[in-house]
T-cell receptor, first 112, second 113 residues
Framework: DAKTTQPPSMDCAEGRAANLPCNHS???????VYWYRQIHSQGPQYIIH???NNETNEMASLIITEDRKSSTLILPHATLRDTAVYYCIVRGSGGSNYKLTFGKGTLLTVNP | NAGVTQTPKFQVLKTGQSMTLQCAQDMNHNSMYWYRQDPGMGLRLIYYSASEGTTDKGEVPNGYNVSRLNKREFSLRLESAAPSQTSVYFCASSEHGMDTEAFFGQGTRLTVV
């Protein structure tokens, strides 16, 4: 499985955009990038995923670089309720392509 | 929709006791997973089941056994609990394949004394 690298923590002001980076330089051509978040020890919550193109849903946008070696999750107008640990995951390929492997993630703190 | 339901939500065991954590999903998903999360750490995969009738080891399988009882249910058993197994346990399910999201339960908080 491709590994991901994320900063351990980030701060963001309420109402501003939060841009969370993720490095996945060893990603394979058929592997997807997933983002999950975990609020205060609750079960992780799916946010968004993508393969090559940029993606947007009601929660966030996902920007994937053209070489696919990194991506950025954007929360356009962060609120206090967005304070959470954000996990960037590259979904495994081959026989274990359904497996999710979590790293330590980025603790995003949204400040008033 | 209930989604993924885990029971119990909290449990205290004595060292050496056994117990089974239950997980059920109502989304007709093929794949199910068990994770553990220690304080300040990310989730680590214990076991997973790609489909009914199959199970495979994850990163930290030692001390655990699993049963995929049917498509809905995936249980995790601790045969002889140890303090090192004190953790929060999460069950998840997803469709088989790389382009699908996983849904998580709310966790079981297990303390082994």
């Amino acid at each position: 499985d491709a590994k991901t690298t994320q900063p351990p923590s980030m701060d963001c002001a309420e109402g501003r955009a939060a841009n969370l980076p993720c490095n996945h330089s060893t990603i394979s051509g058929n592997e997807y990038v997933y983002w999950y978040r975990q609020i205060h020890s609750q079960g992780p919550q799916y946010i968004i995923h993508g393969l090559k193109n940029n993606e947007t849903n009601e929660m966030a946008s996902l920007i994937i670089t053209e070489d696919r070696k990194s991506s950025t999750l954007i929360l356009p107008h962060a609120t206090l309720r967005d304070t959470a640990v954000y996990y960037c995951i590259v979904r495994g390929s081959g026989g274990s392509n359904y497996k999710l492997t979590f790293g330590k993630g980025t603790l995003l703190t949204v400040n008033p | 929709n209930a989604g993924v339901t885990q029971t119990p939500k909290f449990q205290v065991l004595k060292t050496g006791q056994s117990m089974t954590l239950q997980c059920a999903q109502d989304m007709n998903h093929n794949s199910m997973y068990w994770y553990r999360q220690d304080p300040g750490m990310g989730l680590r995969l214990i076991y997973y089941s790609a489909s009914e009738g199959t199970t495979d080891k994850g990163e930290v399988p030692n001390g655990y056994n699993v049963s995929r009882l049917n498509k809905r249910e995936f249980s995790l058993r601790l045969e002889s609990a140890a303090p090192s197994q004190t953790s929060v346990y999460f069950c998840a399910s997803s469709e088989h394949g790389m382009d699908t999201e996983a849904f998580f339960g709310q966790g079981t908080r297990l303390t082994v004394v």
